[in-house]
């Protein structure tokens, strides 16, 4: 049992940064503190929180390249903060590590499923990833008048905000490029009422029992690009959407992650409705 009652993420940060606000690598690292929270979602409890959410956010970063890894590294300190704080019984940390990619039988596995190499999304997916493209736009149309308000100034010697300002345009511009591909390369997972399947696949929504817990967990295996933790949408890029896909109601399912192995009952399947 926990040692005090759990808060919630925000609730977390926010004592964590006052008890740590001396910490130089606590202060460089709050972007990605917050980054962790709302991914996870503010609001939840920090007991709520599974190794395998913790698992996918770590893979979830690790999409970005090895130059990304370190900004697990303020988020580890958090987590450990936790378990010290007695809002956890199990820590979560070591669960906070991007697995080395490789090829292996259950690759194989994998590669006998669809061979669609585009996105696989739901129409809401889809819709928002849309809206975020329109959103990025707007930054764009923003960020433009930044450029030449700060253009303004003449002396371009120690001009903070135009090179700001000019960085900025630069992760806009990527950022459409990224959400322009994988809008015109997806497609979009038909829609109808839910109902058992026989098997998990993209879109399907399978509940889970720990085998050492008891406790019951659902998941939705979604492309990665529509990953959202907070509301149980995991990524079939990743190890643990990996290991649900293509399973049976009965199947034991067995996952290696850096602290031990997590093992889960499938007890239902069902179609995206």
Avoid at 24 to 38: I, M, N, T, Y
Avoid at 54 to 76: C, T
Avoid at 215 to 225: G, H, M, P, Q, S
Wanted: charged content about 25%.
């Amino acid at each position: 049992m926990t040692t005090e009652i759990s808060p919630s993420l925000s609730e977390a940060l926010t004592h964590f940064v006052a008890a740590k606000k001396t910490a130089k690598s606590v202060q460089q690292g709050h972007q990605e503190l917050g980054r962790f929270v709302a991914w996870c979602g503010r609001e939840r409890k920090v007991s709520d929180l599974s190794p395998i959410e913790v698992a996918e956010y770590a893979q979830q970063i690790g999409l970005g390249g090895s130059e990304s890894v370190h900004r697990l590294s303020p988020v580890k300190i958090f987590l450990a903060y936790w378990k010290d704080q007695g809002w956890i019984v199990n820590g979560l940390a070591s669960h906070l590590r991007v697995p080395r990619t490789r090829r292996t039988t259950a690759g194989a596995k994998v590669s006998n499923r669809a061979t669609y190499s585009g996105s696989q999304l739901s129409q809401d997916g889809y819709n928002r990833l849309v809206g975020q493209l329109d959103d990025m736009k707007g930054d764009r149309a923003d960020n433009l008048e930044d450029i030449k308000r700060a253009m303004a100034d003449k002396d371009f010697r120690e001009n903070a905000p135009l090179e700001a300002a000019k960085d900025r345009q630069g992760m806009i511009e990527l950022r459409i490029r990224e959400l322009e591909a994988s809008i015109n390369n997806a497609q979009i997972l038909p829609e109808g009422v839910s109902s058992k399947v026989a098997r998990s696949s993209v879109g399907a929504k399978i509940t889970l029992k720990d085998s050492n817990s008891g406790k019951t967990l659902a998941y939705t295996l979604v492309d990665v690009r529509e990953a959202d933790v907070s509301t149980g949408k995991i990524s079939t890029a990743s190890p643990v959407g990996q290991a649900l896909l293509d399973r049976m109601v009965g199947d034991e399912v067995t996952i290696n992650v850096p602290k031990g192995t997590l093992r889960y009952l499938v007890q239902r399947i069902t179609a995206s409705s």
